[in-house]
């Protein structure tokens, strides 16, 4: 059973561009969850989409948007980038339900130069 | 506050030894569940242990147990016969109440260096 794949793996941005990261949860999960890992701030939720809809959303400016397509696949955003933004952006796949795992790619690492 | 606190920013252990990784959490919520996740330098995150807030017993899985104690709200992470492998951080999660099925929320982490 393939896991959740993750793409691009690395990308460098510069200031003010947009990125797009995609996310392939494993066959069968409708919950794909969105997380930014930093150094100084660790791990922070940033949305999740279940079922094409918007499930829950952390706290981050609206930059900062998602979708998910029928087939469950999940697209993040990020606009008009600033340098905070460098980070490891995991993506979770998981069934939706309130006691499931949660299964984790292997992140997109941005650089925002 | 904090919802998750992992007190040990590092550990050390000797090869074969067991290990406990502290966490205590903070909820108001009576159902909640909580996770271990250990992250090697390769960045992603694998999938450990999970227990659920009405779960009786502690859940197992492997050479890993978690030890969970409600009452202190505790739930710490037992790593049994610890391999160089196991180097790596770990990470305490906790999901609260039922409709919040992808969103964790995570302590800062305990790196973990196994010594041959």
């Known amino acids: 059973k393939a896991g959740v794949t993750q793409t691009p793996r ?23 969850s969105w997380y930014q890992q930093t150094p100084g701030q660790g791990l922070q939720f940033l949305f999740e989409y279940f079922s094409e809809t918007q499930r ?19 697209e993040m955003n990020v606009s008009t980038l600033e340098l905070g933004d460098s980070a490891l952006y995991l993506c979770a796949s998981s069934a939706g339900y ?16 | 506050a904090q919802k998750i606190t992992q007190t040990q920013p590092g550990m050390f252990v000797q090869e074969k030894e067991a290990v406990t990784l502290d966490c205590t959490y903070d909820t108001s919520d009576p159902s909640y569940g909580l996770f271990w996740y250990k992250q090697p330098s390769s960045g992603e995150m694998i999938f450990l242990i999970y227990q659920g807030s009405y779960d009786q017993q502690n859940a197992t899985e492997g050479r890993y147990s978690l030890n969970f104690q409600k009452a202190r709200k505790s ?3 037992v790593i049994s016969a610890s391999q160089l492998g ?3 951080m770990y990470f305490c999660a906790m999901r609260e109440g039922q409709n919040q099925g992808g969103k ?9 260096s196994v010594k041959p």
Not at chain 1, 12 to 31: D, F
Not at chain 2, 104 to 112: D, K, P, S, V
């Open chain 2, 104 to 112: 964790l929320i995570f302590g800062q982490g305990t790196e973990l």
């Open chain 2, 75 to 77: 739930a710490n992470l």
């Open chain 2, 86 to 88: 196991d180097s790596a």
């Open chain 1, 56 to 74: 829950n959303k952390g706290n981050f400016p609206g930059r900062f948007s998602g979708r998910q397509f029928s087939n469950s696949r999940s």
């Open chain 1, 10 to 32: 690395y990308l460098i941005k510069t200031r003010g561009q947009q990125v797009t990261l995609s996310c392939s949860p494993i066959s069968g999960h409708r919950s794909v």
């Open chain 1, 98 to 113: 309130a006691t499931g795992e949660l299964f984790f790619g292997e992140g997109s690492r941005l650089t925002v130069l």
